[in-house]
């Protein structure tokens, strides 16, 4: 296995973009939907390669959702972009319908997903949207660890069939794989061997798992670390044998601690291989305004969160039915 | 009861109009077979627009081949409004796009003929689903951006909302792209048959004035009364000019229809915005309807 080290700081949207302009030179049939801010989300990229393959469709999210789908209908493969909030919530029907039930070839960009789009505020910080999109029937989703990664993601979804969405952020996160790094729709990657628990996650806090790693190993504790992007299709096998080597499990993820990830995660092994899973994620609550790095502190999305998950989790594992939390310990919310 | 369906089918091209209102009679008996035999299903707004219907699909404004409609030359019709598919089924029955005893099978388990219109169904005709309103008309202005943008053809896009529809604000967000893109090979029908679920459009939420509205939003916009064949196809010969002349203006055509129009019992009655005829009903219906 390669090991992975932090090789720069770059944000997973320019990934996005720069493979949006790789699909163009690739397919003429590849299109791109603008809705305002095209230069947040770096399809504006793609617009200066690609003018007469761009449409602006203006502040109209419901609508841009739509077009794509009689575009898809007419054999193009159009890409939406816009902040999460907007192009995964505020046309939730319209990509369950028409994009969805009628299998329309539509690729959505979710950008500024999760608190590390910083001062903007709660109303931009969507933390939701996987939680709906992984329910929804044919939909492939996929939540990229760096740029590097979103780029790959991008160009794999642009060229498999189906209705697809990528969520990717604002800030500049670590960037740690590598062009030898596998990419594949429907897998996770084990990025740091080790038996004696899982960190299963995704998107930025995939480098945060990395760091409780090494500080786990200091206490002489092996930590198997899953980069898991395919949200839908899920790699259950690889989460399965964590669960059955590992025997305790955490899930990390900006995002909502219910339904994302760690949802997946759990449905998979209650059903499969039970065993105890922490979660880390935001706790049932809306973000704020703020640096990055401060909200990611605040709502409890570092290293450190993952290294205490993981220690309560091996103790709940090691305990075996004694481990069940006791009833006034038990959360609401994870 | 006993109801079986004609066999007769109808060839695609220019009809008169009195083949049009004939053929819009065979159409309106068809749903009113297909709904008694489902016992579920909408039958104000189908009865209602089966004069649009015939107009659109037989007065040689659409171009398809109804053995094969995945035909890659041919003319869309989006039906925004999903739950009127009733009166779509029955047209594209009687253009020989399926078997017309197929229309028996309208809501039933594992049918092609859905509640509301699946595309996954594979019935030849359907080009979407649709069913959540304010939708189709989005997906219509894709097609006929990819017709007229990208492959710069000349295919035509129709799409037909009804007028309770239009308080879906997604619809105008879909008219506003129509006319930026200069879409002159869309042509927007909106079913004004004034009435709702919950009753008169006004009383509901009021859209009026509608013709207003469409031409501010850049549409060639014509009114027409909507069980006139002459005006009908007068509208629909007027986008084909438009289309023609390139004049880079969508069309939309307002028929004012009434609601379960040729059925005397259901004529401009909103509560039948949602039901079907019972058996003795339908009896009644179809001994109307001749």
């Known amino acids: 296995m390669q090991e992975l080290t932090l090789l720069?700081?770059?944000?997973?949207?320019?990934?996005?973009?720069?493979?949006?302009?790789?699909?163009?030179?690739?397919?003429?049939?590849?299109?791109?939907l603008g809705g305002d801010i095209t230069g947040s989300v770096m399809t504006s990229l793609f617009k200066d390669k690609f003018p007469d393959r761009f449409f602006s469709i203006g502040i109209a999210e419901q609508n841009a959702t739509t077009i794509a789908a009689g575009l898809a209908l007419s054999g193009k493969i159009p890409f939406f972009a816009s902040y999460g909030a907007f192009c995964a919530l505020r046309n939730a029907d319209q990509l369950r319908i028409s994009v969805c039930y009628n299998e329309a070839n539509v690729k959505i960009g979710g950008g500024h997903a999760g608190i590390s789009v910083g001062p903007d505020g709660a109303t931009h910080q969507v933390l939701e949207e996987v939680a709906f999109l992984r329910t929804l029937p044919h939909m492939t989703m996929i939540v990229p660890c760096d740029y590097l990664e979103a780029k790959k993601a991008t160009i794999a979804m642009g060229e498999k069939?189906?209705?697809?969405?990528?969520?990717?952020?604002?800030?500049?996160?670590?960037?740690?794989?590598?062009e030898d790094t596998p990419f594949e729709i429907g897998k996770a990657q084990v990025f740091r061997e080790g038996n004696d628990i899982a960190l299963i996650a995704n998107g930025a806090l995939v480098w945060e798992s990395m760091l409780a790693a090494t500080e786990l190993a200091k206490k002489g504790i092996q930590a198997r670390v899953i980069n898991c992007p395919s949200i839908k299709p899920f790699d259950v096998e690889t989460v399965v044998n964590a669960a059955r080597e590992c025997g305790a499990i955490v899930t990390a993820e900006e995002h909502q601690v219910h339904g994302g990830l760690g949802g997946a995660v759990a449905e998979v092994t209650a059903k499969n291989a039970p065993v105890p899973v922490e979660f880390v994620g935001v706790r049932d609550s809306f973000g704020g305004s703020g640096e990055p790095e401060e909200l990611m502190v605040k709502f409890g999305l570092t290293w450190k969160e993952i290294y205490a998950s993981a220690l309560v989790a091996m103790e709940r594992r090691d305990k075996g039915s004694s481990g069940y939390r006791q009833v006034k310990d038990v959360e609401q919310f994870s | 009861m006993n109801i079986e369906f004609e066999q007769k089918v109808?060839?695609?091209?220019?009809?008169?109009?009195?083949e049009l209102a004939e053929i819009a009679?065979?159409?309106?008996?068809?749903?009113?077979?297909?709904?008694?035999?489902?016992?579920?299903g909408h039958s104000g707004g189908p009865l209602g627009s089966s004069d649009i219907f015939a107009t659109m699909y037989f007065g040689g404004y659409m171009r398809y081949k109804p053995e094969d409609m995945q035909w890659e030359g041919r003319d869309r019709f989006v039906l925004s409004a999903g739950h009127m598919c009733p009166v779509m089924y029955a047209t594209l029955a009687n253009a020989g796009c399926f078997p017309k005893a197929e229309l028996a099978t309208l809501?039933?388990?594992?049918?092609?003929?859905?509640?509301?219109?699946?595309?996954?169904?594979?019935?030849?005709g359907v080009e979407t689903s649709s069913g959540s309103l304010g939708q189709g008309i989005s997906i219509a202005v894709g097609m006929a951006m990819s017709d007229k943008l990208l492959d710069k053809n000349d295919r035509r896009v129709f799409s037909l909302t009804g007028d309770g529809e239009l308080q879906e604000g997604s619809v105008w967000e879909a008219a506003m792209a129509a006319s930026h893109f200069k879409l002159d090979n869309f042509c927007w029908i909106i079913d004004n048959n004034d009435c709702q679920i919950d009753g008169r459009i006004k009383e509901v939420l009021d859209v009026y004035p509608i013709d207003e509205k469409c031409k501010s939003f850049g549409f060639d916009t014509v009114v027409v009364d909507g069980h006139n064949f002459t005006e009908l196809m007068?509208?629909?010969d007027r986008f084909l000019e438009n289309q023609k002349n390139n004049t880079g203006k969508p069309t939309a055509i307002i028929a004012k229809t009434?609601?379960?129009?040729?059925?005397?019992?259901?004529?401009?009655?909103?509560?039948?915005?949602?039901?079907?005829?019972?058996?003795?009903?339908?009896?009644q219906a179809l001994a109307e309807l001749v």
Do not use: C
């Open chain 1, 8 to 32: 720069g700081s770059k944000p997973t949207r320019h990934g996005f973009g720069e493979g949006l302009v790789t699909l163009g030179e690739r397919h003429d049939n590849v299109v791109v």
């Open chain 1, 161 to 178: 069939v189906g209705p697809a969405y990528i969520r990717f952020g604002r800030s500049p996160v670590p960037l740690f794989t590598t």
């Open chain 2, 107 to 124: 809501r039933k388990y594992n049918t092609r003929l859905q509640g509301h219109p699946g595309r996954d169904m594979g019935l030849p």
């Open chain 2, 258 to 283: 009434y609601m379960g129009h040729g059925v005397s019992f259901m004529n401009d009655n909103y509560k039948w915005h949602g039901m079907p005829p019972s058996v003795e009903q339908a009896q």
């Open chain 2, 10 to 18: 109808f060839p695609n091209q220019r009809q008169s109009e009195q």
């Open chain 2, 234 to 236: 007068g509208a629909f």
């Open chain 2, 25 to 40: 009679l065979h159409i309106r008996r068809d749903i009113i077979k297909s709904l008694a035999l489902a016992q579920s």
